[in-house]
């Protein structure tokens, strides 16, 4: 899920720890203004240095080996060209500024998190880790301490260096109960137990229990918080819901117009650029995002050339609109790259809160009148393959045994009949004893998904279920998800390098707001495997539970998997370039600006395309598949 940016104006310390904040403006009449206008005074310089946490040095241990990576190839292009600005777009204004607390976790939270940096990343290629604010790391004799080496180089966007202080603010602040933020609070507690300093540039997290090194480095990993920024009080939430926080990425947003665009400007003398795996990466200058809540009318901005880039994964776009003299005339071109990775969990998510939604057999009758294969092959033409479950893609840990369940409305009507929807009103739909229809409500967030979702409401009635169909803007969809005040959820978690099971699926998450449990999961027994596969020292016990948990999850009936994307399709003007090898083995998006951000723009090829264009000059059509990370 995934399914990660606004507005700042940033000023130089003028005293000890003095600084200013920069605040989107949020009323009404403002709602236009840039929040480079709109400049918040409310804090006193004294008094945050009064609330400044003071952390003390402790020894380091003797004889630790210091590793790092400088050995892997690098993926990015050294032809790479610096500066211009990326237009692209977004569905719907993001809901909150803040990367964690109430509706962080909407869809634009990949950019904000994706644009502050960890101690380390991981190759796309390789799937090494490689340095990135830590530049060496060591493993401690107990198994679960990793040590870290600090770049003395990196800074925050606002010029302040980033120090062991910000690593251990970062703990604090996330088990802090004031960001309300519950999976926050218990990872950076009962996962991430301890974080030590040494030094102004020395660190060690110690996690809760051992484990083999690479995934330590991936469990017991950080990602600072800058402390010169932050008043952690009970007002956090309220205060800092448009605020803009420093960051280590390439970027800090430059312009919030609320409801209509939000714009990062690249930071000079970036620190990162000096980063083996960092380097050639993050090239415009500027990006800007524009909300447009429909796709279709995006699109005509990206025929129009205000937008550079433009998804083709829907197969109406691929096949049906991406054509016409801008494609045939070489302006436009297309490529389709194949990738391998981790799929997202594309499905109906269903509450089991709800009275009807918690009788198992009702959501085993629903499951098998989803007729999946029907809306693959017919309206989405074969393009997209049938997803098993929620976890596929991650090697070793997926259950190969899974199946989905497939359209089946003899098996329908015998679960639905034995929770007691047997007989059919006057409009085909069934009916209880008490003459309750079985009618559900399903909440998605894109207009483009409708004829999908069409095709199974009427596929549906075959076995007697109503299903009826809510269309939000997509920060709507997601806020109403994850206040659990959703029947069905038509929607998909982006995912990690291992499977997570605790943020779905502990009764920890259950019934209450704000969290990834959307399907209320309550099982004191899973919640017991959960424990044990997140306390697992050995790979091989871990890949073994989560067979157990899969298995487990996919009885409850509560998620049914749809479909996986195994490549991405993207349509793009001529002068956006790509490094021979176009994107890397876990490519999502090839002009994701603040992911992998392997691309770069051409500004004179841009002047020159624009130019051909109007005088009716003509390039050869290009379109690009890619199979070098096809899976067979």
């Given at each position: 899920?995934?399914?990660?940016?606004?507005?700042?104006?940033?000023?130089?310390?003028?005293?000890?720890?003095?600084?200013?904040?920069?605040?989107?403006?949020?009323?009404?009449?403002?709602?236009?203004?840039?929040?480079?206008?709109?400049?918040?005074?409310?804090?006193?310089?004294?008094?945050?240095?009064?609330?400044?946490?003071?952390?003390?040095?402790?020894?380091?241990p003797?004889?630790?080996?210091?590793?790092?990576?400088?050995?892997?190839?690098?993926?990015?292009?050294?032809?790479?060209?610096?500066?211009?600005?990326?237009?692209?777009?977004?569905?719907?204004?993001?809901?909150?500024l803040?990367t964690?607390?109430?509706?962080?976790?909407?869809?634009?939270?990949?950019?904000?998190?994706?644009?502050?940096?960890?101690?380390?990343?991981?190759?796309?290629?390789?799937?090494?880790?490689?340095?990135v604010?830590?530049?060496?790391?060591?493993?401690?004799?107990?198994?679960?301490?990793?040590?870290?080496?600090?770049?003395?180089?990196?800074?925050?966007?606002?010029?302040?260096?980033v120090?062991?202080?910000?690593?251990?603010?970062?703990?604090?602040?996330?088990?802090?109960?004031?960001?309300?933020?519950?999976?926050?609070?218990?990872?950076?507690?009962?996962?991430?137990?301890?974080?030590?300093?040494?030094?102004?540039?020395t660190?060690?997290?110690?996690?809760?229990?051992?484990k083999p090194?690479?995934?330590?480095?991936?469990?017991?990993?950080?990602?600072?918080?800058?402390?010169?920024?932050?008043?952690?009080?009970?007002?956090?939430?309220?205060?800092?819901?448009?605020?803009?926080?420093?960051?280590?990425?390439?970027?800090?947003?430059s312009?919030?117009?609320?409801?209509?665009?939000?714009?990062?400007?690249?930071?000079?003398?970036?620190?990162?650029?000096?980063?083996?795996?960092?380097?050639?990466?993050?090239?415009?200058?500027?990006?800007r995002?524009?909300?447009?809540?429909?796709?279709?009318?995006?699109?005509?901005?990206?025929?129009?050339?205000?937008?550079?880039?433009?998804?083709?994964?829907?197969?109406?776009?691929?096949?049906?609109k991406?054509?016409?003299?801008?494609?045939?005339?070489?302006?436009?071109?297309?490529?389709?790259?194949?990738?391998?990775?981790?799929?997202?969990?594309?499905?109906?998510?269903?509450?089991?809160?709800d009275?009807?939604?918690?009788?198992?057999?009702?959501?085993?009758?629903?499951?098998?009148?989803?007729?999946?294969?029907?809306?693959?092959?017919?309206?989405?033409?074969?393009?997209?393959?049938?997803?098993?479950?929620?976890?596929?893609?991650?090697?070793?840990?997926?259950?190969?045994?899974?199946?989905?369940?497939?359209?089946?409305?003899?098996?329908?009507?015998?679960?639905?009949?034995?929770?007691?929807?047997?007989?059919?009103?006057?409009?085909?739909?069934?009916?209880?004893?008490?003459?309750?229809?079985?009618?559900?409500?399903?909440?998605?967030?894109?207009?483009?998904?409708?004829?999908?979702?069409?095709?199974?409401?009427?596929?549906?009635?075959?076995?007697?279920?109503?299903?009826?169909?809510?269309?939000?803007?997509?920060?709507?969809?997601?806020?109403?998800?994850?206040?659990?005040?959703?029947?069905?959820?038509?929607?998909?978690?982006?995912?990690?390098?291992?499977?997570?099971?605790?943020?779905?699926?502990?009764?920890?998450?259950?019934?209450?707001?704000?969290?990834?449990?959307?399907?209320?999961?309550?099982?004191?027994?899973?919640?017991?495997?959960?424990?044990?596969?997140?306390?697992?020292?050995?790979?091989?016990?871990?890949?073994?539970?989560?067979?157990?948990?899969?298995?487990?999850?996919?009885?409850?009936?509560?998620?049914?998997?749809?479909?996986?994307?195994?490549?991405?399709?993207?349509?793009?003007?001529?002068?956006?370039?790509?490094?021979?090898?176009?994107?890397?083995?876990?490519?999502?998006?090839?002009?994701?600006?603040?992911?992998?951000?392997?691309?770069w723009?051409?500004e004179?090829?841009?002047?020159?395309?624009?130019?051909?264009?109007?005088?009716?000059?003509?390039?050869?059509?290009?379109?690009?598949?890619?199979?070098?990370?096809?899976?067979?």
């Amino acid at each position: 899920m995934s399914n990660r940016n606004f507005s700042t104006r940033e000023m130089n310390w003028v005293a000890l720890y003095a600084f200013l904040w920069l605040l989107v403006g949020c009323s009404e009449q403002k709602e236009s203004e840039s929040t480079a206008d709109t400049v918040n005074d409310i804090e006193s310089d004294s008094y945050l240095v009064e609330i400044l946490p003071s952390y003390q040095n402790e020894l380091l241990p003797e004889g630790l080996r210091w590793e790092t990576n400088e050995s892997d190839p690098v993926f990015s292009s050294n032809e790479a060209k610096r500066g211009g600005k990326f237009n692209s777009w977004i569905l719907g204004f993001p809901l909150t500024l803040r990367t964690v607390g109430p509706d962080s976790n909407g869809s634009f939270a990949t950019y904000t998190r994706a644009n502050n940096l960890g101690l380390v990343g991981v190759h796309p290629n390789t799937l090494d880790y490689y340095p990135v604010l830590a530049t060496h790391w060591a493993f401690g004799d107990d198994g679960r301490t990793v040590y870290y080496r600090l770049n003395e180089d990196a800074t925050w966007s606002d010029g302040e260096p980033v120090t062991a202080d910000d690593f251990m603010f970062a703990v604090d602040f996330m088990r802090s109960e004031h960001i309300v933020a519950p999976w926050y609070n218990n990872h950076y507690t009962n996962v991430i137990v301890n974080v030590s300093k040494y030094d102004d540039h020395t660190i060690s997290i110690e996690g809760a229990t051992a484990k083999p090194p690479e995934e330590m480095l991936n469990e017991y990993g950080l990602s600072p918080i800058p402390r010169h920024f932050h008043r952690l009080d009970e007002n956090w939430v309220q205060e800092y819901n448009w605020r803009l926080a420093p960051t280590t990425g390439a970027y800090r947003i430059s312009i919030v117009e609320k409801g209509q665009h939000v714009e990062f400007q690249r930071n000079e003398n970036w620190w990162g650029d000096g980063n083996l795996y960092l380097r050639n990466r993050y090239n415009v200058d500027i990006i800007r995002f524009t909300v447009i809540r429909d796709m279709n009318v995006a699109w005509e901005y990206f025929l129009r050339g205000e937008l550079d880039s433009f998804p083709l994964v829907m197969p109406s776009f691929w096949h049906e609109k991406a054509n016409g003299e801008d494609f045939d005339n070489g302006y436009i071109q297309k490529i389709k790259f194949y990738t391998d990775r981790p799929q997202p969990s594309y499905g109906m998510w269903m509450n089991m809160d709800d009275p009807i939604l918690g009788n198992l057999n009702i959501r085993l009758g629903i499951a098998h009148a989803i007729n999946v294969e029907k809306m693959l092959n017919t309206l989405l033409r074969g393009d997209y393959e049938r997803l098993k479950m929620q976890f596929e893609g991650y090697g070793d840990y997926s259950n190969p045994s899974i199946q989905p369940r497939e359209f089946d409305l003899l098996q329908a009507d015998n679960y639905l009949a034995a929770a007691g929807f047997r007989d059919r009103g006057p409009d085909a739909i069934r009916v209880n004893e008490d003459g309750q229809r079985l009618a559900f409500r399903v909440v998605y967030g894109s207009q483009e998904h409708t004829p999908r979702l069409v095709l199974l409401r009427e596929e549906a009635k075959k076995a007697g279920i109503e299903l009826n169909l809510q269309l939000l803007d997509s920060s709507a969809q997601f806020k109403q998800i994850l206040e659990k005040k959703h029947q069905i959820a038509w929607m998909g978690w982006s995912t990690g390098l291992v499977p997570r099971f605790w943020q779905y699926y502990h009764s920890d998450n259950a019934h209450i707001p704000q969290t990834n449990n959307i399907t209320n999961t309550d099982d004191p027994e899973l919640d017991l495997l959960i424990m044990r596969y997140r306390e697992s020292k050995e790979k091989n016990e871990r890949v073994l539970l989560a067979h157990l948990l899969q298995r487990m999850t996919h009885d409850t009936g509560a998620y049914i998997p749809t479909y996986k994307v195994p490549y991405t399709r993207e349509a793009y003007w001529r002068w956006l370039k790509m490094p021979k090898h176009f994107g890397t083995r876990t490519t999502d998006t090839i002009f994701n600006p603040l992911g992998e951000a392997l691309f770069w723009l051409d500004e004179n090829l841009k002047l020159e395309t624009l130019a051909a264009r109007q005088e009716g000059i003509s390039y050869p059509a290009v379109t690009i598949t890619d199979t070098t990370w096809q899976v067979d």
